[in-house]
Every structure is written in C-alpha cells, then in structure tokens.
C-alpha cells in the first residue's frame, strides 16, 4: 500500500528545488536518513514540525491531507515524470518510470498486487521473454529483456482495427520498395545519422557500393513516401545539380522492432493473461480488391 507520507515528501522537495542534503542538514540527520523517508520509513515525530517549516508547507500537507493533493493515480504519475530533472539522466528516468507503469498494469491484470523486478535471469537472456495481455477489448505486449525492451498498449479502437489497419495496397506498395536490393541498407544508412543530413545520389553509390540506377530507385521510392526531400542546388552555372535531405527520424526503430517479434514470434512469458475470443480483423476487404499476378 502506498506511504502518503514518503510520496509526499519527495514530491514536495523536488517541487521546492531542495535536495535531501540541504534537507537534512536543515533538520540535522544524514542525507541517508532523507532517502529513506522518501523510501518506506518516517522521521522522528519531533522532526515533522522542522521539515514542514523548511519546505514551506503544513505537516498535513507532508501527509497529502489536503484537497487540492488528492490526485488520480494518473496525475501522481504525471507528478512524478514532470518533478524529475530536465537532463539526459532525467529523461532517462522518465522513460524507465514510463515503462515500468505499463508494466505494473500488466502484471496487475494477472492478479499482482506488488511489482517485482525483471528476474536477471531474463534480463541477460538471449531467448525473447515477453508480457502479454490480450483481451477483446486490446491488449498490451511488452518486451522484458534488456537488450530491447519496450511496453506496447494498443485499446481496441469502437469499429475494431478494421477501421484504420483494413488491407490497403500501399502497404504492399511499401514492402516491395524494401524488396528493392539495398533499399533496407540505405534506410540504415541515413537512420544513422543524429542529425540531418544532405546528400548526393553519389553519397549511396559510394557509401553503399551500388549502382546508380539502384540508387536512382531507392532515392525515388524514398522521395515518395516523403521520407527524404529533395531540393535544387544551384552551382552559379548552366547545370543545377539534385541534392536531397534526410531529417533524423524515430520511425524506423519501431517499425524494426516489431518486424523482429513477427519473425520472432512470442513463445516465452514472464506475465500473461488471454481472454480473447474474436478475432483481431473480421472484415473482407482484402477480397474487394482485384489481386494482380503480382500479389500472389
């Protein structure tokens, strides 16, 4: 059960800009002893009155006993992400805190009421381990090793995932492009650049060893699903010459991840719970389209 007392506090001082030394060099305990305040235990009784005075706040408000703190488990979650520092290491924090609230609510659809670390054992491994959640109303699918983890919730839409993820043919027009030799390498290509980056129809022949015509086409099917532009650069001469940009996107990542689970489909799970009875597409779409030799 929840600590009002230890939640409180943490938030409170993070909120003031105070660190747990200054707090206890102010009430005259070691800063291990703050730490643990904000863990599971409370300070002496007679300390409660010199704590509320330093952070400016009453001993009810220490205790969350006032109307304005009583927060929804989703504002405290909020609370708790916005009060963490505005760093690399911050925003570190908040991605894990993130993950780990998906998480807790995937194992307290088994029937958990604490949340357990990752066992190491799965931590480490090199064989996928999985949660799963997987009602007719949606469901959550996350990843639990460390070398890829992740947390997928996925709420059934009302018309279902027909509505939006109904067979369309450019979603075959898009594998085909993958399909292209060197398309996938040159995706990798530009993916490792942090920023953006211009470049030349020479820049992947040369960097990729491949022909111009294979360049030419990757560069066309990448220029057509916007995932490059492209722009005239004028030399001051007769001739202009084709440049094109590449903006640093997120996109590719996911998309790779969850290729790899459909490759790799689940088999192993940490937490799992499946109550799903319809299934996931029930509409006929794919039969109202005319499928060329091609497809087949």
Wanted: glycine content about 4%; overall charge negative; some cysteine.
């Amino acid at each position: 059960m929840e600590n009002s007392f230890n939640s409180s506090l943490k938030r409170i001082r993070k909120k003031k800009g105070i660190t747990q030394e200054q707090l206890a060099d102010k009430v005259g305990v070691s800063p291990q002893a703050v730490s643990k305040w904000e863990l599971s235990s409370y300070p002496d009784p007679q300390l409660l009155p010199a704590i509320a005075d330093y952070l400016g706040v009453t001993i009810d408000e220490l205790f969350g006993r006032v109307p304005e703190k009583e927060m929804s488990v989703h504002e405290r979650a909020m609370m708790e992400i916005y009060n963490t520092p505005h760093t690399d290491e911050g925003r570190k924090e908040r991605l894990n805190y993130a993950y780990q609230l998906v998480r807790a609510l995937a194992m307290g659809c088994c029937g958990r009421d604490t949340l357990d670390d990752v066992p190491d054992n799965v931590l480490g491994s090199k064989h996928d381990c999985y949660t799963l959640i997987d009602w007719d109303v949606g469901f959550i699918l996350g990843k639990l090793n460390a070398n890829l983890p992740f947390m997928l919730v996925m709420p059934e839409p009302e018309k279902g995932y027909d509505d939006v993820l109904a067979y369309n043919k450019d979603y075959v027009e898009l594998f085909r492009f993958l399909a292209i030799p060197n398309a996938l390498r040159v995706m990798y290509f530009l993916a490792g650049r942090s920023t953006t980056i211009f470049f030349r129809l020479e820049t992947l022949t040369n960097e990729l060893s491949i022909s111009c015509d294979n360049a030419k086409e990757i560069i066309d099917n990448l220029l057509k699903y916007n995932f490059i532009w492209e722009a005239t650069l004028d030399g001051g001469t007769k001739e202009s010459e084709k440049i094109y940009q590449y903006l640093a996107d997120y996109t590719l990542v996911p998309f790779l991840t969850f290729t790899r689970t459909l490759l790799n489909r689940p088999t192993s799970f940490n937490y799992q719970t499946s109550n799903r009875d319809k299934p996931f597409f029930k509409n006929d779409t794919y039969k109202e389209k005319k499928t060329d030799e091609k497809e087949k």
